[in-house]
């Protein structure tokens, strides 16, 4: 009974930490626009403002879609062909034929993504092979149907609908369409991952899979969830990619997979699962694109982003460490306080 | 990926150990060019030290090309062509290569088509160092090699076919930039990697060009690397415009790069004020010069790329020619071609497109 009567205390306490983290992010965040804007006003100006939300966008979908993954344990690495395969296959489905819907085109990039999703969740959820290796699989195949179906084609912005190409770089009142669409996508999961009991879920898995299976959680469901919805938010990332870019070749988003994972941690989505929340993960990819940026403007040798971007996630991870360690103490001193 | 690197580069230190062998074994006599040109003496009976001119072109060559990395699409057509062209000599050519365009990832590509007893290797090195010494140990085996599109270093390659000289790309796009800002204001260049062959030998000559009085109003602020990476691409577009506000034109000679730069600037504020110019395939830039974000750019045909590529490999492997300066041979339909200085052929000048004639092409 523990658990119970620490319940209460020990959720605001570590709610409190992560949202300290979310806060931490922000303030980097903050600071990182600040020193850029000050020595090149331009960068906050309205087109460099759209500039920084349009180039996180891709970005936060696949750390949204992925933090579902890395908070239950496990982890896709096969976004990065996922993407590239949606936005050539949905490319060259829109070139045969400018009538067709970019609604439509959507859908399907969505349904390609979610039928790699479930294959991903299939194998680690009932072949109960380890998910790097699986996902890793995975990459490789994926990227090889994405080769042969390309077959060293390329895939213009002449070919495409122009109701597409508007959709990466038009808006709505000023506001672009795809940060918007991130922003929708990455608030819905938030709020379900928070406030729905099959939310909670994800974490519990994700802090001991004995333990929730023990409780009669439905492990194998909830993991298959994760990577169906992982996989689905690849295949809106792919579809956004191809109306962002324009043109696109086999290995689009190629590599892709670290950068979501180094953002996503960096956001405060611990790799050994079970705490995080999404819009860390978010602010985690806002954080990495603005950083790439922000050295461009600030006349930075383009080594040190790569160097920038280690260094982060070192911190991140020695900084969850540190966080995890103090709060297991805390709530072991109160729970002993109390008499369990 | 760690593991694979380090097989790559392992198979490469195995190679480099090999033809470390070999050289010593051939050396000690002579160690001059034409040690590489003939192949080590004893190993190749087949190829002539010197040119024939009327040699025949043997049937059933067999001849590989080896890409920066398959799938790319520029390369792709090269190669294509370049297979077809075969078919006119009655050859045998075939398209293998790495899925990345990473500096050693063509090392094991080239040791299976020694194994496979090719008669010619073609190759778009990715790195000019990186493939030389398996390059050199094909040689040793009397297996011709031809870079082209991005040559490998000069000593271990017989021949290499460039697209246009680099001379004349450099020196044409800051001509053809200059005339659509009215010869005056901040330019920029967005590349591919800093260390690309080609493309920096073609920034040198840009830079040299822009020494010439009738550039003297003209300033190159930065040259921004893109990577080949669409996002990266966008992103160095957007750090350039952010920081050198009065930037009038950027010229990208990579084909990622010009259509990043186009496709950001004609969805901003910039659209209409900074010309973008650069070399770029006629199907990918159609979008842009058509609604006037771009009004130039150019490249050569790379059909004729790759069919010159083709027919000079197997006129090497036939003894036509050796690869030495100033030997002539025909190459099918685009006629008559003269080897310059280092074994080097040129396709001819770069063809401009603009909004004009940009229909007539499909590729």
């Known amino acids: 009974m523990t658990a119970v009567t620490a319940g209460r205390g020990g959720r605001s306490l570590v709610d409190l930490v992560f949202r300290a983290r979310e806060l931490s992010i922000v303030a980097a965040l903050v600071l990182l626009v600040a020193v850029t804007t000050g020595v090149n006003g331009n960068f906050l100006s309205g087109q460099g403002v759209k500039d920084i939300f349009l180039n996180a966008s891709i970005l936060v979908l696949l750390a949204v879609g992925q933090s579902f993954v890395i908070i239950t344990k496990n982890i896709d690495l096969s976004v990065g062909s996922v993407v590239g395969l949606v936005a050539f296959t949905v490319g060259d489905f829109l070139a045969a034929d400018h009538g067709r819907g970019i609604v439509f085109a959507v859908i399907l990039g969505v349904a390609i993504g979610a039928v790699c999703g479930l294959a991903n969740g299939l194998l680690v959820s009932f072949g109960r092979v380890p998910a790097l290796v699986v996902t890793l699989g995975t990459l490789y195949v994926i990227q090889g149907l994405d080769h042969f179906i390309a077959h060293g084609r390329q895939i213009n912005a002449v070919d495409l609908p122009p109701a597409l190409l508007s959709m990466g770089n038009g808006g709505v009142l000023g506001i672009p369409y795809l940060p918007l669409i ?17 939310g909670r879920d994800f974490y519990a898995i994700g802090s001991s899979p004995e333990a929730a299976r023990l409780a009669g959680l439905p492990v194998r469901r909830r993991v298959m969830t994760a990577y169906l919805l992982s996989g689905g938010l690849a295949g809106l990332a792919g579809v956004l990619w191809l109306a962002r870019f324009g043109t696109v070749v086999a290995d689009a988003a190629g590599g892709w997979e670290l950068q979501v994972v ?79 | ?71 790319n699409p520029y390369e792709t057509i090269v190669d294509k062509a370049g297979i077809e062209a075969a078919g006119e000599y009655k050859g045998e050519a075939k398209e293998v290569g790495p899925s990345d365009a990473s500096a050693s990832s063509q090392v ?23 493939v030389c010494g398996p390059l050199k140990q094909a040689m040793s085996k009397g297996i011709k090699v031809v870079a082209y599109d991005s040559d490998a270093a000069k000593d271990c390659r017989n021949l290499f076919i460039n697209q246009a000289s680099s001379e004349e790309i ?24 800093a260390n690309a062959t080609n493309q920096n030998a073609w920034i040198e000559f840009m830079k040299d060009e822009l020494g010439k009085p ?59 004020k900074v010309a973008v110019t650069g070399l770029g395939t006629p ?81």
Not at chain 1, 184 to 195: C, D, H, P, T
Not at chain 2, 108 to 125: E, F, G, P, R
Not at chain 2, 228 to 243: I, M, R, V
Request: glycine letters at 12%; charged letters at 20%; aromatic letters at 8%.
């Open chain 2, 108 to 130: 094991s590509y080239i040791n299976t088509l020694i194994q496979q007893k090719q008669d010619a290797i073609l190759i778009a090195a990715n790195d000019a160092n990186a």
């Open chain 2, 1 to 71: 990926m760690f593991t694979s690197s380090r097989r790559v580069a392992s198979a490469a230190a195995l190679v480099g150990l090999l033809s470390l062998g070999l050289s010593a074994c051939g050396g000690g006599t002579t160690k001059d060019s034409t040690a590489a040109q003939g192949g080590g003496g004893q190993t190749t009976g087949s190829a002539p030290a010197s040119a024939d001119p009327n040699a025949p072109i043997k049937e059933g060559l067999k001849i590989a090309f080896l890409p920066k990395q398959i799938n």
């Open chain 2, 214 to 272: 009738e550039y003297k109003d003209l300033k190159l602020v930065k040259v921004a690397y893109g990577d080949d990476d669409d996002q990266k691409s966008f992103q160095e577009t957007q750090g350039l415009l952010q920081a050198y506000p009065d930037l009038k034109g950027i010229i990208s000679p990579t084909t990622v790069g010009i259509s990043a730069a186009s496709r950001y600037i004609s969805g901003s504020k910039y659209k209409g």
């Open chain 1, 262 to 340: 180094s953002a996503v941690v960096v956001g405060g989505v611990a790799i050994t699962g079970g705490v995080g929340s999404v819009y860390g993960a978010a602010l985690g990819a806002l954080l990495l694109t603005t950083i790439t940026s922000a050295l461009v403007v600030l006349k930075v040798d383009p080594f040190w982003q790569q160097a920038i971007t280690g260094a982060l996630l070192l911190l991140a991870i020695s900084v969850d460490r540190l966080l995890a360690l103090r709060v297991a103490r805390i709530l072991r001193r109160r729970n002993a306080r109390h008499g369990s």
């Open chain 1, 182 to 198: 991130a922003v929708l996508v990455m608030v819905a999961a938030g709020y379900y991952l928070r406030s729905y009991a099959s």
């Open chain 2, 283 to 363: 199907n990918q830039m159609r979008e842009y010069v058509k609604n006037g974000t771009v009004k130039e750019f150019a490249l050569w045909n790379p059909k004729d790329l790759g069919y010159l590529a083709s027919f000079s490999a197997a006129a090497l492997a036939s003894g036509r020619i050796t690869g030495a300066e100033g030997e002539k041979f025909t190459a099918g339909k685009l006629g008559e071609f003269t080897i310059g200085k280092d074994g080097e052929i040129i396709l001819g000048p770069p063809f401009t497109f603009n909004a004009e004639n940009i229909d007539e092409f499909d590729f």
């Open chain 2, 170 to 193: 450099g020196r044409s796009q800051v001509k053809m930039l200059s005339d659509q800002i009215g010869g005056k204001g901040e330019i920029a260049i967005l590349s591919a990697t």
